[in-house]
């Protein structure tokens, strides 16, 4: 299974942006999908999740209401749609699978991570 993330780049503060994550070597609905991201100097935290179907998310407090998790299985990706950013957005996003039938909020629940894309949100 591999996982390639794309999208990122630089904003903003108040703007938006869409991140993807086009997963191979596996049918995209056979896994649950999360986002993850990684500060500067921090440890890499929980975003988004998304079941197999797409029809259970679960979200991250601080991003709840201006996340958006989705999935198009018939293309095989996973997006991210980020509005209102702000500057304590800015890290390296990675999506991850899990062989889980359920949302998954933690990293170790997830078995394949992709490479991760930059996002940076100027103040």
């Known amino acids: 299974v591999q996982l390639q993330a794309s999208g990122g780049g630089l904003v903003q503060a108040g703007g938006y942006l869409r991140v993807s994550c086009t997963i191979s070597?596996?049918?995209?609905?056979?896994?649950?999908m999360g986002w993850f991201r990684q500060a500067p100097g921090k440890e890499r935290e929980f975003v988004a999740t998304?079941?197999?179907?797409?029809?259970?998310?679960g979200y991250a407090d601080s991003v709840k209401g201006r996340f958006t998790i989705s999935r198009d299985n018939a293309k095989n990706t996973v997006y991210l749609q980020m509005i209102t950013l702000q500057p304590e957005d800015t890290a390296v996003y990675y999506c991850?699978?899990?062989?889980?039938?359920?949302?998954?909020?933690?990293?170790?629940?997830?078995?394949?991570w992709g490479q991760g894309t930059l996002v940076t949100v100027s103040s």
């Open positions: 070597g596996r049918t995209a609905g056979s896994a649950t």
């Open positions: 991850a699978a899990s062989e889980s039938y359920r949302l998954e909020y933690r990293s170790w629940e997830y078995n394949y």
């Open positions: 998304i079941t197999r179907s797409g029809g259970s998310t």
